[in-house]
């Protein structure tokens, strides 16, 4: 049986698929080990995408080998955030990733739904900088959710928003764990990025300028 397109919705993460975020994040990370005495790389922030902001700094400080009580985690956690809030402050509509404005696009133009499914808590400052923010039907990001991905919350609570089923929508990711965290919600899966890093998505592509409406609908209609 084919879904009509206005009961099928495309949950999207927001850094490193829609705009990146990445790279900023992962400055204020290292300038915050930095002051600690101990380095951060590259390699080490990739474990952190699609992981919230306490648990980041927990996993930062455990591989600096350095404790802090939880007042002091709070403090260290609000500092980072000052810092990449002012950085984001300053993002413009050249920094959304290739094929995005045109998926978004062609998904309205279809009457396919349209959230956002982030850990970021400051995913409206960041749709709004980057002129991104008239494309959604819902928005569901760090102010809503507890749970870290590769819990499901975050991509539930999206498509309880949009009213439609699990089944019916697809999870767009860049991280092994968001893609787990779609897998566990019981959602097909778009990859964006490189495949031995998105393990179990259904389609991987480079960036949004790769997949199509038409592969949206067939993949939700078990045809891929």
Same mark, same amino acid.
């Given at each position: 049986m084919n879904i009509h397109t206005d009961k099928i919705g495309c949950l999207f993460d927001l850094d490193g698929v829609l705009v990146d975020t990445a790279v900023y994040h992962y400055k204020a990370w290292k300038a915050l080990a930095n002051r600690l005495g101990f380095d951060f790389t590259e390699?080490?922030? &990739?474990? #952190?995408?699609?992981?919230?902001?306490?648990?980041?700094?927990e996993m930062i400080l455990d591989w600096g080998g350095v404790s802090k009580n939880e007042e002091e985690q709070l403090e260290l956690?609000?500092?980072?955030n000052e810092e990449y809030v002012e950085m984001i402050s300053k993002m413009t509509a050249e &920094?959304?990733?290739?094929?995005? #404005?045109?998926? #978004? &696009?062609?998904? /309205?133009?279809?009457?396919? /739904?349209?959230?956002?499914?982030?850990?970021?808590?400051?995913s409206?400052? %960041?749709? &709004?900088?980057?002129?991104?923010?008239?494309?959604?039907?819902?928005?569901?990001?760090?102010?809503?959710?507890?749970a870290s991905k590769p819990d499901p919350e975050v991509f539930l609570k999206g498509a309880a928003a949009i009213g439609l089923e699990p089944a019916h929508c697809i999870v767009f990711e860049d991280a092994q764990a968001g893609v787990q965290a779609a897998i566990n919600g019981g959602m097909k899966v778009v990859g964006v990025?490189?495949?031995n890093n998105l393990q179990g998505?259904? %389609?991987?592509?480079?960036d949004l300028s790769e997949i199509s409406v038409t592969q949206i609908i067939d993949l939700v209609n078990d045809k891929v």
């Open positions: 390699a080490q922030n &990739e474990h #952190l995408k699609g992981v919230n902001r306490m648990r980041s700094l956690a609000a500092g980072k &920094e959304v990733l290739p094929g995005t #404005l045109q998926l #978004l &696009e062609q998904l /309205k133009a279809a009457g396919i /739904k349209i959230a956002l499914g982030s850990a970021s808590k400051n409206g400052l %960041i749709l &709004e900088r980057t002129n991104l923010a008239h494309y959604f039907d819902a928005i569901v990001d760090g102010n809503h959710v507890t990025g490189q495949q998505a259904n %389609i991987v592509v480079k």
